[in-house]
Nanobody, 124 residues
Framework: VQLQASGGGLVQPGGSLRLSCVGS????????MGWFRQAPGKEREFVAA?????????YYADSAKGRFSISRDNAKNTVHLQMNNLNPDDTAVYYC?????????????????WGQGTLVTVSS
C-alpha cells in the first residue's frame, strides 16, 4: 500500500499549484483522503480532507477555505489539491494520507496510510 504525492515546486505569491496523490495497493473508493502540511520548525497541520459516507463532503482548514480545493478520481486512484492565491505562509511539505474512518478528518492519528510529501515553496 503506497501513496505518492507530486506537484510541488516554487511559485510566486498569488500563484497556483495543483498537487496530486496517486495510490497503489489500495481500493481508493474505500478510503477517505486528506492533505496535511508541515512547515520547518512547526507541527504537521491539517489542510483539507474528504469524506464519502454518509455523503461526499469536503473539509478545509480555515487557512485553506476559499483558496484550496480537494477532489478525487477513484478510477485513477488519485486525489488532488488545487491551491490558489498562495502566500509565503503556505510554504511547507505537503502530505497526502488515507483513512478508513469517516470522522476525525483533521486528526493525523486517524490516518492509516501516508505519502512521502511534496515541497511547496511560495516566494518571490
Amino acid at each position: 500500500v503506497q501513496l505518492q504525492a507530486s506537484g510541488g515546486g516554487l511559485v510566486q505569491p498569488g500563484g497556483s499549484l495543483r498537487l496530486s496523490c496517486v495510490g497503489s495497493g489500495l481500493t481508493f473508493s474505500n478510503y477517505n483522503m486528506g492533505w496535511f502540511r508541515q512547515a520547518p520548525g512547526k507541527e504537521r497541520e491539517f489542510v483539507a480532507a474528504d469524506s464519502w459516507t454518509p455523503r461526499i463532503t469536503a473539509y478545509y482548514a480555515d487557512s485553506a477555505k476559499g483558496r484550496f480545493s480537494i477532489s478525487r478520481d477513484n478510477a485513477k486512484n488519485t486525489v488532488h489539491l488545487q491551491m490558489n492565491n498562495l502566500n509565503p505562509d503556505d510554504t511547507a511539505v505537503y502530505y497526502c494520507a488515507a483513512r478508513t474512518r469517516g470522522s476525525n478528518y483533521n486528526d493525523p492519528t486517524a490516518y492509516d496510510v501516508w505519502g512521502q510529501g511534496t515541497l511547496v515553496t511560495v516566494s518571490s
